[in-house]
């Protein structure tokens, strides 16, 4: 089985900061409540990119970090559930932008575990020897997909995009893997696409408004609840203890989410590096996001554990042990 590394990482938010006052002047919300709910102070939003152009700067980043050469690349696999288009993939769109001839390219629709299912994919590929290089992007436009006059989701996401590196290599760096899915509970956040409405369907079809619907209370008990399941079986699997990892990056929700799932595993929420405050929830780009800071903050050194895990629509959940050593 060969061996993976990962060998750089980017991430991209747009520039405009939109802080909780700002909301509070377009939905009936307040600082204190968003805060004390959510623990998010203000969120990046896309005056006009789209998945594919944030994805295109986190790529190119990352490809930057590992100092590969674009015609190395030989997959492309870009985590999203706001892709610019059915069709082309925002995968193949990233290909063209950023010149990757040689890859084969496609998405994963697994909303916020998105990115932890991408990198099990390409980890995957990488140990069975079909590709060596691999491009794992995760990127979400949210902001084009909420209703701005529902409170009790606008609030929560903002927009941003982040890329790992993957290689065969010496050492392996990926100690597990580890991903899950409910769909008997996917009712409790989603987002319609088309209706079926051809010359053949009886009646009148209504049309669909692609928005995000959330049951908040589900949501939350979920995200607890599958936090801790999947950080437990991440630990079996690597065979290593919560003592041992340096940081836990968990999808950045909720502090509530987060402090809740920190009680039962029985630790500090010092062992979590959380960002939410600055992005909110960036859904498939939230993990690499903070991955991307710690590594370019200096907060790891070789041979330092990181543990990852997302959760979210599907419902979905996921995330895997990272040995660092660059
Ligand atoms: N500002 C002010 N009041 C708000 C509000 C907002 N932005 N959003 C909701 N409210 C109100 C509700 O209308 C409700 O008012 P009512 O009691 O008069 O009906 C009250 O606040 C409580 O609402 P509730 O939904 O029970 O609040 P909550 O404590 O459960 O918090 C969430 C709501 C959304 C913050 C919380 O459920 C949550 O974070 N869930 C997980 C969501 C998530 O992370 N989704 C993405 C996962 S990938």
Redesign the pocket.
Known sequence: MNKVEITGTGSYVPPKIVDNNDLSLI????DE??TS??GIKERRISQGEDTSDMATKAAIEAIKDAKISVEDIELIVLATVTPDSFMPSTACIVQKNIKAVNATCFDVSA??SGFAYAMDIAVQFIRAGRFKNVLVIGADTFSKILDWKD??TC??FGDGASAAFLQSGEEDQILSTYTGSDGSKGDS?TCPAVAVNNPYVDGVTGTIKSVVG?E??E??KF?VKVLEKSVKALLQQADCTLEEIKYIIP?Q??Y??IECAAKKLGIGMDRFYINLDSYG?TSAASIGIALDEVRKKNLVKKGDKILIVG???GLTYGGFILKVNL
């Open positions: 939905v009936d919300t307040s409540w968003i709910r959510t909303a916020c409170r009790s609030i929560l956040l959330m908040g209370r949501i939350f995200g999808h929700a909720n509530r989410i929830n959760f979210g629509g």
